[in-house]
């Protein structure tokens, strides 16, 4: 499908977008197009085109505003030492937002077009890099009920847009370790539910406890599985490793109700390309606590596209509280972060052949 290319009435000016990309933080500052393709169930996708970021025209009754028929991907573009912009295992994330769409009983969007519309994006609006040292490009896809009707059934019409925003180096200096709060009275996702989409319904339910956790003191809140209330899930965007003293590492397994990230994916790779043993297996809450306490558990990393590999310094609770290894950033979580880092960022070999240059 080719993209019609609509001219820009007043694109940001090179002074202003300069400023906006020096320190552009996370998910503030937008670049001057988007990416626009409808589709109607008569007539498949169709009218792909890159055209101004504008606000969207909607009709109060549009099916998005009162069912959430939404999913949404996150990935990034950076840019390689001789120049080039390369993306990261994008067909990963277009094969997600179709097991997203089977979910939420939306039409699948072909990866290729996908793959073509975040291409499309970050070349035209490449002058919109950000400078600071680390930047990266955050793409967000996402697709939306677009039809106006009230009864409840699957929608006849969407949208998918692709928007870009340029985004700093999330942690300056490499990551602190981050402080979580166990969740006891919400859960993320239920067996049947939709927790392994990436939809906004399930951010809008992390919001609540998520605001806990920050008003508790804590940078983050971590999820136990719905029915035995004991099988540590994922943080609220991020899935978690535990790795063990005898070089071991464990993470929870996919079953319906985690998120499958593309850099948990990544990670599963890197660890047994190092010769680790990874096993996809549950992991209760008290033992995490147990094996923090006896030295047996050495680290916990938190991952995902936004902030790479995080390390999980403290995890806490209404009755307890505990500290994991030194409470600061351990050698795995650092040795692999540098790898991925390395791998999008084109300065390391690429045996897997991840990287997607435009
Ligand atoms: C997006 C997301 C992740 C991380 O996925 P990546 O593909 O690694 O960015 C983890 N958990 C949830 C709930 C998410 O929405």
Not at 11 to 22: F, H, K, L, S, W
Not at 92 to 115: C, G, Q
Not at 175 to 185: F, G, K, T, Y
Request: aromatic share 10%; net charge negative; with cysteine.
């Amino acid at each position: 499908m080719d993209f019609a290319h609509l001219p820009h009435p007043a694109p940001v000016e090179g002074e202003t977008r300069a400023q906006a990309i020096a320190d552009p933080g996370f998910g503030t500052v937008f670049t001057d197009h988007m990416v626009t393709i409808d589709y109607h169930a008569d007539r498949g996708w169709h009218s792909a085109r890159i055209g101004p970021r504008e606000p969207l025209v909607l009709d109060p009754a549009c099916a998005v505003l009162h069912y959430a028929q939404e999913i949404f991907e996150g990935l990034k573009a950076y840019r390689h030492p001789d120049g080039a912009f390369a993306m990261f295992r994008p067909q990963v994330n277009a094969a997600r937002m179709n097991k997203s769409a089977d979910r939420l009983a939306m039409p699948h969007i072909p990866e290729d077009l996908f793959v073509e519309a975040c291409r499309e994006l970050v070349l035209k609006d490449a002058d919109w890099f950000p400078t600071v040292e680390g930047g990266s490009m955050y793409l967000r896809p996402f697709m939306f009920a677009s039809e106006a009707f009230l009864g409840v059934r699957p929608a006849k019409e969407y949208k998918f847009l692709v928007i870009a925003s340029p985004a700093g180096n999330y942690f300056k200096s490499g990551a602190p370790a981050v402080s979580i709060w166990v969740s006891q009275d919400y859960v993320r996702a239920a067996p049947g539910g939709t927790g392994a989409a990436k939809t906004g319904g399930n951010y809008a339910a992390s919001l609540v406890p998520q605001a806990e956790a920050i008003a508790k003191g804590h940078d983050q809140v971590v999820f136990l599985d719905a029915v035995a209330r004991r099988w540590i899930e994922e943080l609220g965007g991020m899935n978690l490793f535990f790795v063990f003293d005898d070089g071991s590492v464990i993470t929870p397994p996919l079953g319906g109700t985690i998120l499958p990230g593309v850099t948990r994916d990544s990670l599963i790779q890197l660890l047994r390309d190092e010769g680790l043993t990874v096993r996809e297996e549950r992991y209760a809450i008290d033992q995490w606590r147990a094996d923090a306490e006896s030295g047996r558990l050495v680290e916990t990393m938190a991952c995902g596209t936004a902030a790479v590999v995080t390390p999980v310094g403290k995890v806490a609770a209404p009755d307890y509280e505990f500290t994991i290894g030194s409470g600061g950033p351990g050698q795995l979580t650092v040795k692999l972060r540098e790898r991925l880092v390395g791998i999008q960022r084109g300065t390391v070999s690429d045996p897997h052949g991840w990287t997607y240059r435009l």
